[in-house]
């Protein structure tokens, strides 16, 4: 079983930045591939960013390619999300996600943070 923490959401000006962090624990997280996913109200849930572990491979959506990056900390067990330039369209409850069922981009992945919201104002 893994355990996902998020932290760090808010309500920032357009522009702005934040930073979302993934806390993890349980059984060999780190052999899992992590991805963020956001979801607005009235939308599905969509893919924003994914990392794999070792190497550190990272994988984007293109809206937020260029303005948000996906690191890991290893030694804290924690995933974060940088996010830059923020416009009000990234308003959305931010999901953490571990070990995906199929692709990184899909969100179908077995274990799930509980959310944090995240406002960004116009």
């Known amino acids: 079983q893994v355990q996902l923490v998020e932290s760090g959401g808010g309500l920032v000006q357009a522009g702005g930045s934040l930073r979302l962090s993934c806390a993890a624990s349980?059984?060999?997280?780190?052999?899992?591939?992590m991805g963020w996913f956001r979801q607005a109200p009235g939308k599905e849930r969509e893919f924003v960013a994914a990392?794999?572990?070792?190497?550190?491979?990272?994988y984007y959506a293109d809206s937020v390619k260029g303005r948000f990056t996906i690191s890991v900390d290893n030694g804290k067990n924690t995933v974060h999300l940088q996010m830059s330039s923020l416009k009000p369209e990234d308003t959305a409850v931010y999901y953490c996600?571990?070990?995906?069922?199929?692709?990184?981009?899909?969100?179908?992945?077995?274990?799930w943070g509980q959310g944090t919201q995240v406002t960004v104002s116009s």
């Open positions: 996600a571990a070990d995906p069922k199929n692709g990184l981009d899909r969100a179908d992945y077995n274990y």
């Open positions: 349980g059984r060999t997280f780190s052999s899992y591939p």
């Open positions: 990392i794999r572990w070792s190497g550190g491979r990272t």
